[in-house]
C-alpha cells in the first residue's frame, strides 16, 4: 500500500496522556446480598465515594476519581461524560482506548455493552463515530472516509480472533512507524451501524459457544473491539490517516481463589492476571509523572494496547464496582487500582494531607488497640471520618483470616506508593517494627492500669474533617446480619505479620555444621530455565527445623518482599520477580512455596531446585 498513516501529532512533542479514570457503582442487588446486610458503598458526590473501612466499622474510606457515576447514573450519562468526547480525535489519526474494569458481576459488560433497552458503550460509540464521520462528509473538507472493525479476544495470554473463530493464537507485530497490529486479523468494512450490528452480535456469540462453561470463559477473557477510522485525502499528496478505537470489556479482576478455582482455570486465571496486573503498571507509570519506563511488552493486552494507551492517545478506564458486602474485597482492590491510577494528577488530594494529623492523632490509639502502626497509605487513603457514635473498634472485614492478610497486604502494596518507593519496603519495615513495639509497650502499660475500656477518643470525628469530604449523610452502617457475629479484633495480631519481613541476608540463619553444604550449594545454583534434576534426597540430611525454618523464610520474602528482595532469591530473575510480585497483588498471599506453580513457567521441577538453591544458600551464609 502507498499511503502511510501520518500521525497528527505535532513531532516534538512527547507528550505522554494520562488515563482519566471514572467509577461506576452499579445498582444495589438483593439477590447479591444473601445476609440483608445492606450496601457499603455509596455516592458522596460525582468525584467522590466512600467505603466502610475494613478496620473498623466507624469509619469510612473515601476516594476520589475523576468522575464518580453512582448507581443512578444511566448508560447515556456514562457514555456522554466519559466517551463522547473522545470520539472526535479517532477521525483525525488519533489512537484512543475505553475499558471496563472490575470484577464480574459489578457491570463491565453492562456498561460496554449493555442491553436492548440500555444500549452501553459499544453501540453507542459505534453510532457516535458513523454520525461524526457522516458530519465531516458533509461539511467536505477534501478528506474521504471509511470504517471498518475488528473484533478479538485475548484469553490465556492467546489472540483469538472472533470474526474468524478458526484463527488461533495471532502475534502482534510494530511496524516501523510504532502502529502496533495483529496479521491475519480479520478486518471487516462498516457501512452503516446496522452494518456493524450484523457483524457484532455473531461474533459476540463466537465468544461464548467457542467454550462449554461459557461465562466462566468470558469472565476470564478480555473482550476487544476495535474501529478503525481510516481518512484519505481527496487530491495529492493523498495523505491517509488511520484513527483506532478500542473498546474493551477486560476480564474479571476477582481473586479466583475465592471462588474455588483449581488446576486449569487458576493457570488460565494467572495468565488473565498477568494481562490485569500488567495493565495496572502500565496505567500507574503513565499516571505518575516522571512514572519511568511503561511496562507495555509484558502482556498481550498491553502490547496490543500500546499504541491506544499513553502517548498520544485518550485513554479512559471505567472501573464497576457493586455495593454489596460479598463485593467487598474486590471492590476494594477494584478502587485501589482505580485510585492509585490518578494519585498525583488530583491536587485535591493535597488537601486531605493537611488535615490528617488530627486524624491520626485520634486513630493512634485505636491503632496501638488493634497492635498495627500509621501505614503510609494513609496519604492516598484519603480522610478517615468517624461517626459520632463511640463503638469499640470492630473488624468489619470478612472474618477469613486470609483475607484479612490480604487486604493488609493490598493496603501496602497497590495504595501505599509508586513502584520505585515500594522499593523502599525495607526501612519502612523496619520502622514498622520500631512502631509495634512502641505500641506494645503502650498496651502493656494501658493494661496494668486496668484500662481496657479506653475508647474515649470521643472529640467529634468531623470537625477535622477536609470541606471536600464534609458530608451530612447519616453514616454509613452495616446492618445487623443475620448470621453469626463477626469475631471482634481478629486483626490483633495480623499486622505482625507485614512488620516481620526481614531481609532475607538478614535473616538469622541456623547453620548447620556440615561444610560440605557450601560445595553442594554451588553445584545446585541452576540458571535460570534449567533444573537440576537430581534433588530428590538432600533434604534427608538436614534437620526439618531447620529446613521448615528456611522455607518460612523463603515464603515471608516471597509474601512481602520488594522486587530486590525477590531478585535477591536464587534462581529469581527480574521476570519472575515481577510474575511474582503480579501473582502476590492480585491473588494475595502465597500460602506454600508450592503456590510458586500457579506462576507462568514455573513447573514443580523448578520449583524444587528453587527450594533447594535458596535453601543451601541460607546455609551457607
Ligand atoms: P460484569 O460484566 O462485570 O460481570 P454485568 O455487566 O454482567 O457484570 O452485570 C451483572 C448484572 O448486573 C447484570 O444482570 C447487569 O444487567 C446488572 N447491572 C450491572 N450494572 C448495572 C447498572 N448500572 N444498572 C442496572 N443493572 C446493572
Ligand atoms: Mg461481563
Redesign the pocket.
Known sequence: MAAQRVAEVVKGTKQTSRVRVAV????Y?HKQDEKGEGACVRRLDTETLEIINWRNATETLQYQFDVF?S?E?T?QE?FLSSVKPILPHILKGQNASVF?Y??????????????QE?PGVIPRAVRGVFNLVKAKEREDEGWDYSIGMSYLEIYNEKVLDLLSPSAQDLPIREDKDRNILIPGLTHTPLSSFSDFHFHFIPASLNRTTASTKLNQR??RSHAILLIKVVRTQRNPPHRQQTGKLYLV?LA?SEDNRRTGNKGIRLKESGAINLSLFTLSKVVDSLNVAGGGRVPYRDSKLTRLLQDSLGGSAHSVMIT?I?PEYTYYFETFTALNFAAKSKQIVNKPFVRETVTMPSVQVKRSREEQEAGRSGEPQKKKLKNVKKTDQEEPAQLHSPTDPSILNRLMALEKLLMGTPVKERLNMHREIQELKEKQKEFESKAKVLKVAGNGASHNSSDSGSSGDSPLFRTYLPPLHRKQSTAAKPKKQQAVVLPLQVSQLQPLQQCPVVKKPSVCFKKNLEQSEVPEGKENVKDAGWESHLDKSVLDQSRHKILQVLNSGSLKDLKGLQQIGDKKAKLILGWREIQGAFTQLEDLTKIEGITAKRLSSFIKANILSMMGK
Open positions: 461506576r457503582l452499579r445498582p442487588m457515576h448507581e447514573t448508560q456514562v471496563a472490575g470484577p464480574t458481576g459489578a457491570g463491565k459488560t453492562h456498561t460496554m455493552l449493555g442491553s440500555q468470558s469472565s470489556d474479571g464497576n457493586a
